[in-house]
């Protein structure tokens, strides 16, 4: 895919016709939480606060960390979860789960948190009117790693996903860990063969197998599922999906048995080989009561490299076996597994398969559903941020100008969408439309765009649209 | 006295117990309950199943009887073929398997036979099996002999309770120094692990016992005398689940269980970083 060198930053496209308008969270890459107005206008840099991801709360708080572990001795460990003022007092913090004694460091409790949290009072960590989360009491669910063994998947230390509820004191009240019901999870024989040799391996801390890396976690709240009689889909169940293994599950809070799964594999039954495979993806989650879509599972369906199964060309031992170059966002009803609707490269107007990968984030992104149907979606690899309507339009568009100095990326692992009132210290921006350019006749300073001869040949034949291209475009192969 | 040892194809433990006996002169019928002794094994256990052990994995062999007693596993065989009665409470049917012995507790028993009953664990250690010692803490003198004599690879100490509740916990006398002594000479072996059930305790007898559990603040206690007594904070130390259908105390049988016992970790851990819980299965 194509990429130029130069490029717009910061907000291209702004509708506020069309918005659902607020502030903007994201963690911005070697820098901080940052806070941003519709046009761009930063409103509040929490400057150093890490964020795995940020999450903005009534009253102008934000959740982050305040540092993560040495990559030599862990992977993706937060130091801690805390919550921080407007002006940057910390207010509430947990860390203890385990006890680090890392060569060379201070020994400290961590909690090793990664990928997602929940506080109380909010299913999902984003807006939804009439759910707020709280920010002086209630429990917070934490996504937290594990160092453990266990010989049904490899012979190898694994570094296990676990979900801890933690009281606002700090006490762990509720654990549960994602090896411990590895038999519920549907792997092949093929697919367990080669996670026992190769569980994701990765070389922090002496070498662990990063086997299932869960990315998000949350509740399933009030649905209209439940409400009709599906114990699958209790309130208090949890929602989480694992992106090596391409699993969304549910489990059930009171047994922390699965109730409910998509994966490992997708073409077991027709309903799946409809949905299709998902592969890598971030997010999954369920649209909660009070928004467009409640009830539907939303998913940011990454594609790029996962899964486990039988070797192919592109995955010559097994392991991440499942490939495609480009993204879909999908929202799909959890019973019936049927595409509510979508957000793929086709919608977002690219030629498939051919520029497909235009839209594409092998890795990180989300999916937020807003008030009013539209869709904030974070194609993070890219530093993309965008929302989109029902019919897909592009309304807002945003590209981090934030690059690292240690890891060269503008990344953004996720981003939310927040009303206005939940930075009640922040004046009220003005929302200023910024109309797309026309980049045919975009140019940067010292570029021309003149024409200085036009010649006409006769006898040339008027040119054909895109059907026979060297690949096959999706119409042909639909046929 | 004639005695019949009831083996099984490919026990090893039954294989040591028959050395023993061949190597004391001990006249002994064997009978081989995979084999030529099945029905006989048979007829045996029926009639005298309360006094067989049927574990998880099924029955532990060798069982060893004389026609008055019977003595089930390798520790408890050999003890009783070593000093009849002298060892009983020393020894009990293990759990674990291969060249592991377990079911070792130099904290019960009688004090006056310790040295009979540290000659079957050299015994035991000779026939190059790993030993797992359990031990409350009471007896503290000998589970320092087992130490500087290397007979354990293995000890789990069941710290029952704080200290000031030992005797009520155990129903018996206890001297608190004992079990003091005893955890700082547990964290010298090769391998250990502190542990504490958390069990509802009669803290008051009467017509109406006063019965309540542990408390999260007693398990703090316990863990800080392991650090106390260790001078570490990150000693392995496991809490368990009370399961009252093993009680012996009926009036403990009928307790409600614990909803959580993560309250219990959080104590500990502030004394002992490492700090489980038992997984329940």
Redesign the interface.
């Known amino acids: 895919m194509s990429y130029p060198s130069v490029y717009p930053t910061g907000v291209t496209v702004y509708n506020p016709e069309k918005c659902w308008s607020g502030f903007t969270i994201f963690p911005a890459r070697e820098l901080g939480a940052l806070l941003i107005d519709m046009n761009g206008a930063e409103v509040n840099l929490w400057k150093g606060l890490h964020g795995f991801p940020n999450k903005l709360l009534p009253g102008g708080y934000v959740l982050g960390h305040t540092g993560e572990r040495s990559n030599a001795f862990g992977m993706q460990d937060q130091i801690d979860l805390i919550q921080v003022d407007w002006d940057g007092n910390v207010v509430w913090k947990f860390n203890?789960y385990?006890?680090i004694?890392d060569p060379g460091e201070e020994p400290q409790?961590m909690a090793r948190q990664h990928h997602d949290y929940q506080r109380a009072g909010n299913p999902v960590g984003y807006y939804v009117p009439g759910m707020e989360p709280q920010v002086d009491k209630g429990n917070t669910l934490i996504l937290c790693h594990k160092n453990v063994k266990n010989p049904k998947i490899a012979d190898k230390v694994l570094l296990d996903d676990v979900i801890v509820e933690v009281t606002w004191e700090g006490?762990?009240?509720?654990?549960w860990a994602c090896n411990?019901h590895f038999d519920e999870y549907g792997f092949s024989e093929e697919a367990k063969n080669i996670l026992f040799r190769d569980p994701n391996w990765r070389a922090s801390g002496g070498g662990m197998g990063d086997w299932m890396h869960i990315n998000s976690m949350s509740v399933l709240g009030p649905n209209r599922w439940y409400d009709a009689g599906d114990e699958r889909f209790h309130p208090d169940n949890i929602i989480w999906d694992a992106r090596e293994s391409n699993i969304i599950a549910i489990i059930e809070k009171k047994t922390g048995k699965l109730v409910w799964k998509v994966g490992p594999e997708y073409n077991t039954s027709p309903e799946l080989k409809e949905l299709g495979w998902i592969i890598g993806q971030h997010h999954a989650h369920m649209i909660p009561r009070g928004l467009p879509g409640e009830g539907n599972i939303l998913v940011f369906d990454n594609g790029g490299w996962a899964g486990y199964g039988a070797p192919n060309p592109g995955a010559p031992t097994g392991a991440k076996n499942a490939l495609r170059d480009y993204s879909r966002i999908l929202e799909f009803d959890p019973v019936t597994l049927k595409i509510v609707w979508q957000y793929t490269p086709a919608e977002a107007g690219f030629t498939m398969p051919v520029d497909a990968s235009r839209f594409y984030s092998p890795f990180i992104s989300s999916a937020q559903r807003l008030p009013n149907g539209n869709t904030l979606i974070t194609e993070g690899s890219g530093g993309r941020i965008i929302e989109v309507t029902q019919d897909h339009e592009l309304v807002w568009e945003y590209i981090s100008p934030y690059w690292g100095d240690k890891l060269k990326l503008n990344m953004i692992y996720r981003a939310y969408r927040v009303p206005y009132e939940w930075a009640p210290q922040a004046e009220r921006p003005q929302e200023v439309a910024i109309k797309p350019v026309d980049v045919t006749t975009f140019r940067v300073p010292g570029a021309s765009n003149l024409r200085k001869k036009e010649t006409v040949v006769d006898g040339v034949w008027s040119f054909q649209g895109d059907g026979a291209l060297c690949v096959a475009a999706d119409e042909e192969l639909d046929q | 006295m004639s005695y019949v040892l009831f083996t099984a194809t490919g026990c090893t433990r039954c294989k040591i117990v028959k050395n023993f006996m061949t190597d004391h002169g001990i006249a002994f019928e064997e009978k081989n309950m995979k084999a030529e002794g099945k029905d006989d094994f048979k007829k045996f256990y029926s009639a005298n199943r309360c006094f067989i052990t049927r574990g998880q994995d099924g029955v532990e062999f060798p069982v060893l009887t004389d026609g008055e007693e019977i003595r089930q596993g390798i520790g408890a065989s050999i003890a009783y073929l070593s000093a009849g009665k002298r060892l009983d409470g020393f020894f009990c049917v293990g759990t674990l398997h291969k060249e592991w012995v377990d079911g070792i507790h130099p904290c019960s028993g009688n004090l006056e036979h310790a040295d009979e009953f540290l000659q079957v664990m050299r015994y035991l250690k000779k026939s190059s099996m790993k030993l797992q010692v359990e031990t409350s803490g009471r007896n503290s003198h000998v589970l320092k002999q087992i130490l500087e004599e290397g007979l354990a690879d293995k000890v789990v100490m069941n710290v029952v309770g704080p200290t000031a509740l030992y005797s009520k916990i155990l129903r018996k006398p206890v001297v608190e120094s004992d079990i003091l002594k005893s955890i700082p000479l547990v964290a010298q072996f090769p391998s250990y692990q502190f542990q504490t059930t958390v069990a509802p305790i009669i803290r008051q007898e009467g017509d109406v016992p006063e019965i309540s559990y542990l408390t999260p603040a007693e398990i703090g206690e316990i863990a800080k005398l392991i650090e106390e007594g260790t001078g570490n904070k990150k000693n392995p130390y496991l809490i368990r689940l009370f399961k009252s259908s093993e009680s012996k105390d009926e009036r403990l049988k009928s307790i409600e269980p614990l909803s959580s016992l993560f309250p219990y970790r959080t104590a500990a851990r502030a004394y002992q970083v490492l700090t489980e819980l038992e997984k329940v299965i």
């Open positions: 203890q385990e006890y004694e409790w006490e762990i009240i509720w654990e411990e």
